[in-house]
Every structure is written in structure tokens, then in C-alpha cells.
């Protein structure tokens, strides 16, 4: 069974800073990866998807992927009080399904 | 556009009873997913659909069945419910003609209590 590590948080940063949050995969062989925030007692909602080792950049937030470490993080700039949710990893499952990890609990403190 | 749509949005049960979600699709899509979500436990993926006619079993298959009644509609079923199976159930949909790339769209969800 694949797993998705991420740490439960609550994870706290001032308005204004840089929110970092960590995912790490068993599976060396995952090819895409997936971001999704959950804000409570909503459904999950896409942030951002990466398939290639690097950054990718989608106006306050970057999604960094690094297959030979097996970590994926995403960074929120100039975090917003409104950027307060849960953040799920999620990777594919050699296209069958996904796999989310437990997620990170983000607060943005005004 | 509805995108995915879930009911109920809220269920009490008894231990015991049977009950079936649904979940319906509007954007064509091919795969469907039902999941459960506890506290400090993610999204776990309780059964999935390929494609209309066919089902497979996530990672917390037991005391689920599921029907892909159509292309649209995918049903989840409890048999006879149990305290355990006490937690908020999303349904997804995503068009995976190709392995990644796609994405998973959620309903808004249903939340289940088994007393």
C-alpha cells in the first residue's frame, strides 16, 4: 500500500509570511502529485498539480517536487487569514485512483 | 452545471439499518470514487469506478457495496451500519483517459452518524 506522510500540524504563520508544507511518498515509481485544500466542513478543492522535478508557480503558491528525495511541498506567499484550511498531498496510483495523506492543518494568524 | 452531487448531505442511523448514498456526475466524466474522511485520517478510498460497469475495491472496502448505475451515478451502500462507520463520505469524479493529469472533482459530502 502506498503511503502519503504528512505532518497533522496545527501548522501556524503570521499574515504576511511564507506557509511551507510537507509531503513525503513511499512509492518511488509515483509520477503525479497532487495539492488540495479542504476548509472545514467543505469538500477538498484542487490548489495545484506537479509531475516534474522542480517549482511550479501559480500566483501565491509553488509546488516543488523532488522524486529522488520523494518529498513534494507546497509554499503560500504573503499567507492570508483565508488561506486557513487543511492541505492535502495526493498522489496518483499509476492512474487507478489517488492516494491522499492525513493532511496539514494551516493557520494564518492576523 | 452541477458538477457532483451528493445525497443526503445528512444521515442518522441505527445500528443495523441499511442505507444507500448517491452521488451523481454531470461532466462526462469516466471514474467516479467514494471515500470516507475521519478525523487525523485523510481521505481513505473506500470503492472506485473505471469506467460504467466496472468496480474496484480502495483501501476500506468492508461493509461497503457500490452499483455504477450509469455513467453518472454511483451509489454506496451500508448493509447493516455500525458505529464504525460513523464519518463524512465524499464522492469524485475525474475523466482518466490518461494516467495522471486529471483531477478529482468532490461533492459536497454526506455526513453519517451510526448510533
Known amino acids: 500500500q502506498k503511503e502519503v506522510e504528512q505532518n497533522s500540524g496545527p501548522l501556524s504563520v503570521p499574515e504576511g509570511a511564507i506557509a511551507s508544507l510537507n509531503c513525503t511518498y513511499s512509492?518511488?515509481?509515483?509520477?503525479?502529485f497532487f495539492w488540495y485544500r479542504q476548509y472545514s466542513g467543505k469538500s477538498p478543492e484542487l490548489i495545484m498539480s506537479?509531475?516534474?522535478?522542480g517549482d511550479k508557480e501559480d500566483g501565491r503558491f509553488t509546488a516543488q517536487l523532488n522524486k529522488a528525495s520523494q518529498y513534494v511541498s507546497l509554499l503560500i506567499r504573503d499567507s492570508q487569514p483565508s488561506d486557513s484550511a487543511t492541505y492535502l498531498c495526493?498522489?496518483?496510483?499509476?492512474?487507478?485512483?489517488?492516494?491522499f495523506g492525513p493532511g496539514t492543518r494551516l493557520s494564518v494568524l492576523p | 452545471n452541477a458538477g457532483v452531487t451528493q445525497t443526503p448531505k445528512f444521515q442518522v442511523l441505527k445500528t443495523g439499518q441499511s442505507m444507500t448514498l448517491q452521488c451523481a456526475q454531470d461532466?462526462?466524466?469516466?471514474?467516479m470514487y467514494w471515500y470516507r474522511q475521519d478525523p487525523g485520517m485523510g481521505l481513505r478510498l473506500i470503492y472506485y469506478?473505471?469506467?460504467?460497469?466496472?468496480?474496484d475495491k480502495g483501501e476500506v472496502p468492508n461493509g461497503y457495496n457500490v452499483s455504477r448505475l450509469n455513467k453518472r451515478e454511483f451509489s454506496l451502500r451500508l448493509e447493516s451500519a455500525a458505529p464504525s462507520q460513523t464519518s463524512v463520505y465524499f464522492c469524485?469524479?475525474?475523466?482518466?483517459?490518461?494516467?495522471?493529469?486529471?483531477?478529482?472533482?468532490f461533492g459536497p459530502g454526506t455526513r453519517l452518524l451510526v448510533l
Open positions: 495526493a498522489l496518483d496510483n499509476y492512474g487507478q485512483n489517488f492516494v
Open positions: 469506478s473505471a469506467s460504467e460497469g466496472t468496480t
Open positions: 461532466m462526462n466524466h469516466n471514474s
Open positions: 512509492d518511488r515509481g509515483s509520477q503525479s
Open positions: 469524485a469524479s475525474s475523466d482518466r483517459g490518461l494516467a495522471g493529469g486529471e483531477t478529482q472533482y
Open positions: 506537479i509531475y516534474s522535478n
